[in-house]
């Protein structure tokens, strides 16, 4: 399930619900505090970033048990998140999920790359890409051929993981591959946190981003050759004004 | 702001309040529809579909007049949808959106996307591209090139707007540009009316999904060359057993 961006008030009703109805509640331990005044008088299991495949486990151990439970992530549990994570497994252990075997449900969220363009503006407004620029489980070079292959075609590109601790240069080689299509002046939104404590956003261009401040929370958003600023927004048009002007 | 897909619990609180706190509410007819037991006792002005530009000038003058106005979109609003149309007209009349000027905030909601995939399994959880199949703005010759670097990235990828009633032929031709790449057995989910009233859902393929039964409200999403379905479910694998096996 997913928790949205990290507001309370960004949790939709069903997400609420379901983590009201769990028994157990399992997650990365940042996701949980998030949600910390909802867990109340629920068995809790936090555990570090890079432990998916034990999370997907301990979540499908518990309900095998007969617990309800709820594994959570922030934004979109099917976006870069545990949803896939838990099919991965639930096949590698060929469990039954049809009526009568192991009823699994996946609540979307507010995905991060929403909550990200709401604060910007609306800069994913026309087609757009995801990319996310962790190699830790995709090769580079595929990684590097799709923002090729984006930024030929236009689309609005969303860089989620641009950059973290041990991995600091992808974000500038990304942004380097996407200005050779497109003008090194194209607006970039970059959003740390958003619609959760914390938050910052700047909009600087292709040329500037790398220097921008950023960690595994900042999701970058690349405008494509239509996108424009107009007073502190990022916009990428629909075309409705030159196609129709304004009456 | 974004009412999410359409059932009332898949709001968000923040969307919630403020359609609460709003004097005026504007939107298409159908979308309204979907939130009608929040609208009692406000100014609603509902309208046709293709009135985009109508309706966000509308919006703007209630707010110029000192309203607190909802300007309201099904799923999220920087999706295919009204915010970057109010950010357009806005400029387009040099409105003072700074403050002190006309407070615009996007309220963000679950989109349709995720909506789909959270029925269908774990299709998004991957590099992902979304085309919106509509030429009444975009030339055909643009969405087919954007269509086929797509899959030449092997990007899992949302259909939006697969088919209207004057408009039918496009599908067709979308998933032959994708199947040129790719494998015509990819699974291809298709949901209709995805988290309202009304709901289907199917998994088909890219030789297939012409075929299935599609509207306006219903979106598709095409596997990448990883994605499998197992009993029921349409996944895009993150990769984690791949890399790590299970322990």
Chains 1, 2 share one sequence.
Not at 75 to 85: E, F, K, L, N, R
Not at 192 to 208: C, H, W
Request: glycine share 10%; aromatic share 6%; hydrophobic share 45%.
């Amino acid at each position: 399930m997913g928790l949205g961006p990290g507001r309370l008030d960004c949790l939709t009703g069903q997400a609420r619900q379901a983590l009201e109805e769990a028994q157990a509640v399992v997650g990365y331990r940042t996701y949980l505090e998030l949600a910390a005044p909802l867990l109340e008088g629920k068995q809790v299991v936090a555990s570090a970033m890079t432990r998916e495949l034990d999370r997907a486990g301990l979540a499908l151990d518990l309900a095998l048990e007969g617990q309800k439970v709820a594994l959570v992530s922030s934004g979109d549990p099917g976006i870069y998140a545990m949803a896939a994570v838990v099919f991965e497994l639930a096949r590698s252990r060929r469990l039954d999920l049809r009526s009568g075997g192991l009823a699994l449900e996946v609540v979307p969220g507010v995905p991060a790359l929403a909550a990200a363009a709401s604060l910007l503006g609306a800069p994913l407004s026309h087609d757009f890409a995801c990319v996310s620029l962790s190699d830790r489980l995709t090769p580079w070079e595929l990684i590097e051929k799709r923002l090729s292959l984006a930024a030929e075609a236009d689309f609005v590109i969303a860089l989620y993981n641009p950059k973290s601790k041990g991995r600091a240069w992808q974000l500038g080689r990304a942004c380097d591959i996407i200005a050779g299509q497109r003008s090194p002046r194209t607006p970039v939104g970059v959003v740390r946190k958003a619609l959760r404590q914390g938050q910052s956003l700047e909009i600087t261009d292709l040329a500037g981003a790398p220097q921008a401040d950023i960690d595994m929370q900042t999701l970058l958003i690349v405008g494509n050759s239509q996108s424009f600023t107009y007073q502190g927004r990022l916009v990428t048009p629909r075309g409705y004004i030159d196609k129709y002007g304004e009456k």
